[in-house]
């Protein structure tokens, strides 16, 4: 009997056995930071208390116990309804007015005969009130015409709430994360009962308009030059099946721009960014997921980087597997976060940037002689060894940003355009339909470009409704939320 061979055997099952251990370990510590851990990946060197800073789904399992049915019968009247039609105004005789006087060009000899009155529920932050529509209207004289002044331009035909609050709730719901019921008790307190389906309706009549915006931000960021991509999920109902589907949230950003898109794909599969990308000539910045990994051989016109944030991430999670070896790596990463910072604490123009990126080039070599070395130390599926492979095997597109001024080090920018997205999800969980994961990913686009250029969300909305109504579709670019920071400052 081969007892080396068996001794061999033996020792190579211990060794395979006790990477799956310790890759479990890891996955259960990953979950428990999950669960219980702070989000930070901030990492501060021992020693040094001044150092700069950097950003699943549970299936219940099914019941063994097996279900009862029972068959229930019962009679049901049938009534008929006594809704009395549009009833939201009825209960708000308490609210302030606020009168608006809308007149007409006439001459002075025309005799004022009357008024063409209507009222809408209006909002200013923290106090509902009416606005009341006061159209004037004359009789020219010695003469049978009437001229009245035209009616306000309005997003939703013959809709009670004026464009302030319509924009109110479509803010509170996308940017503050309050679900619709909660804000239907919000104005209960007020004294003003506005039904679920109503306010819902006013969501969903908005979203055409919200979807040319969004289709506008988009094509302006496939033209730009240089754009980063990511992806979120989000939980939708399916009525196809019990519970939820679980789709995908694709999202784009030109940093330069400072535009920011979201659309909606019922999956994580390649159609996503491949159909929105064929046409696309520029850099591309990503992590490293394999679909965006097939861009670099269907399209040669885009020139594909990675992201420093994900592979800084890696050490990270690896900290309790190899602290000594993580920490070499972190702290080196940290050194080409410094460089950055220093571009950003004087302004550098994009040349500038390249110019001042150059000195990361030896810290970068350094790197890659360690990651080389260590490689052949470390067992490939334990958490240090996943995270040097990660870097080495896409060592050109993690490295070549040094060479550009206009790419950032990493994708943080769309990362933190994502944020709001996982905000929403804790509030209201899921979205009803497909459709309506779509209309999330129209608000999504408009609220995240406004973050993005610093634009206060509500008064771009109350802005944007009061004018897309009568905007042509080729004039739409003269409502986006850019357009609107030179109104803004036109009028100041």
Known sequence: MDYEAIIAQKDTQINQQAARIEELIHQISQLQKLIY????????????????????????????????????????SKKKSDHKGRQLLSGCEHLSVEEKIIDTDHDESDIHIGDEVSEKLAYKPGKLYRIRYIRRKYKKANQDTIITAP??????????????????????????????????????????????????????????????????????????????????????????????????????????????????????????????LKDYKGHLQTDAYQVYEMIDKLYGDVEHFNCWAHGRRKFVEAMANDKPRSEYALGQIQKLYAIEQKCRDNGCTYDERKEERQAANPILEQLKDWLDAEAIKVTPRSPIGKAISYLTTRWQKFTKYTGHGIVEIDNNIIENAIRPLALGRKNYLFAGNHDAATTIAYYYTIFGTCKALGVNPYDYMVWFLSKVAYTKLENIGNLAPDAYIKVVKNTT
């Not at 040094?48 to 399992?61: A, P, V």
């Open 37 to 76: 851990g702070r989000k930070s990946e901030r990492f501060i060197p021992q020693g040094d208390s001044g150092q700069l800073s950097i950003f699943g789904d549970q299936q219940s399992e099914p019941s063994d116990v097996e279900e009862q049915k029972e068959t229930i019968t019962y009679d049901r």
């Open 151 to 276: 009616p306000v331009e309005e997003p939703i035909a013959r809709c009670e709430a004026d464009v302030s609050l319509l924009a109110n709730v479509v803010v509170s719901k996308y940017v503050d994360h309050i679900p619709e019921y909660r804000q239907q008790q919000i104005y209960k307190r007020e004294g003003v009962v506005i039904a679920p389906s109503t306010m819902n309706g006013w969501v969903h009549q908005l979203s055409p308009y919200m979807k040319l915006m969004s289709e506008y931000i988009k094509q302006k960021i496939l033209q730009s030059g240089y754009i980063q991509q990511d992806e979120s999920t989000i939980k939708v109902m399916d009525g196809k099946k019990q519970g939820t589907h679980t789709g995908y949230m694709w999202v784009m950003g030109a940093p330069g721009l400072q535009y920011v898109c979201f659309e909606y794909h019922k999956g994580r599969g390649r159609e996503g960014p491949i159909d929105n």
